[in-house]
């Protein structure tokens, strides 16, 4: 008999299917491959579903059920497998947080150069399931640019790997690629490997506000293109506190930091900006995890990424900014601006209010070109957003023969 998790259950993962209102019958938290293995078998063979589950903080990203035999929680797989630093890259399990990955690598003075939100909670594994990225992605790409390979498991507990270290390791076709953004639908991702990154010798957070959206257009825009080489760009504003601010930061050699530094200060005054900018590695962490996580989790009830055109990223966000402000609904919005993907929190609880407002939304992401994805919810709005997966072809020509080869029973979620 199914039951609903209750939303004090410990971890952030299973807090999440909680709330999204999925009921549970077994919560399995495995911490070697064996277990794994023998948890998938088992399910297939007595027909029962599997929900995997990292920090679960884009868990909306899948077609959630209204129930799941096992809740398979990854957290408790979360060792590091190798580290080489000579040849920048690493293998890790698939549980291991964001923010673990980079305290070790911090340690011997190399980083993943990945920061989605919530990366203290973002499990590796949820990471890559579902193509989350945050701002250093305009430099140094997504999860797709930096995963090389891994192993997974398919419903049936069969182990396989894919992609590898070195080109010369790989044979026919590589996986690695298709399974970024899969969201457990397809097989158990167990274990990643990663290129990784000195960390720079300098660093700097450079901070502009704006009051008029049309100044920050031309100023982002004048940024985008001119010679300076930021690492992230980043534009956030609130319904409760309408100004627009700029975060960029900027990387490398001490000479050229300071440079572009500058001439940050003297455009940001050129379109009546007022600057503020913090030296060292810290504060570019900092800012930039501040910048784009809601700044309440507990209140934060809806959590959305939208995807733009780069040229449609801050007409779209002015126009969400807008419409929240006009719903009276307390949100916040961040914009990567090199790559147009907008993060909403919003923190209304009212049933009604959010879904006419997530409706203005996804009018706005898709008169934008783009198109939105809940990443958390309420049940309701979860369970009445409809396909996940839109692109038609790419489902008929890629994901539904590889459902059929790793999961032909229908263990994991459906394609949907």
């Known amino acids: 008999m199914s039951t609903t998790l209750n939303s004090n259950e410990t971890g952030p993962g299973l807090q999440a299917v909680a709330k999204a209102g999925v009921a549970v019958q077994t919560v399995k938290r495995p911490t070697s491959l064996p277990e794994i293995c023998e948890l998938l078998q088992e399910a297939f063979q007595t027909k029962r579903t599997v929900l995997p589950v990292g920090g679960g903080t884009a868990l909306g ?64 594994g949820g990471v890559y399931a579902a193509n989350m990225a945050g701002p250093s992605r305009l ?89 300076l080489v930021p690492s992230g760009v980043v534009v956030t504003t609130e319904t409760q506190a309408p100004d627009f601010k700029v975060l960029t930061a900027f990387e490398g050699h001490p000479g050229a930091v300071e440079r572009q530094n500058r001439d940050f200060s003297q455009w940001a005054a050129k379109n009546e900006g007022r600057t503020l900018n913090q030296e060292g590695r810290e504060a570019v962490t900092r800012d930039f995890g501040t910048a784009i996580d809601p700044d309440d989790t507990d209140a934060n009830v809806l959590s959305l990424k939208i995807t733009t055109p780069i040229v449609q990223g801050i007409p779209a966000l002015s126009a969400i900014h807008k419409l929240a402000i006009e719903n009276e609904v307390p949100a916040k919005l961040a914009l990567l601006s090199g790559n147009g993907i907008i993060y909403v929190y919003l923190s209304e609880a009212d049933i009604e209010n959010l879904a006419a407002l997530v409706k203005g939304i996804r009018d706005i992401a898709k008169k934008s070109d783009g198109y939105a994805l809940p990443l958390k919810a309420p049940h309701e709005i979860l369970s009445a957003w409809g396909p996940r997966v839109t692109d038609t072809e790419l489902s008929r020509l890629v994901l539904q023969p590889l459902k059929q080869k790793l999961d032909p029973a229908g263990v994991f979620l459906p394609l949907g």
């Open 61 to 124: 990203v899948a077609l959630l059920p209204e129930k799941t035999d096992i809740l398979l929680d990854m957290t408790g797989f979360n060792d590091l497998l190798s580290f080489d630093g000579k040849n920048l890259n690493m293998t890790v399990q698939t549980g291991m947080t964001v923010d673990a990955i980079n305290t070790y690598l911090n340690k011997e003075g190399f980083r993943l150069p990945l920061d989605p939100p919530l990366s203290q909670h973002a499990t590796i």
């Open 139 to 227: 430099l140094y790409g997504s999860l797709r640019d930096q995963a090389m390979g891994g192993e997974a498991m398919d419903a049936q507990g069969n182990a396989f790997k894919f992609g590898g270290i070195t080109v010369k390791n790989v044979s026919g076709y590589d996986l690695t690629k298709f399974f970024i953004g899969s969201a457990g639908r397809l097989c158990v991702v167990t274990s990643l490997a990663l290129r990784i990154q000195p960390l720079p010798e300098a660093a700097c957070l450079c901070e502009a506000n704006f009051t008029d959206v049309t100044h920050v257009q031309n100023f982002v825009s004048e940024l985008l293109s001119s010679v």
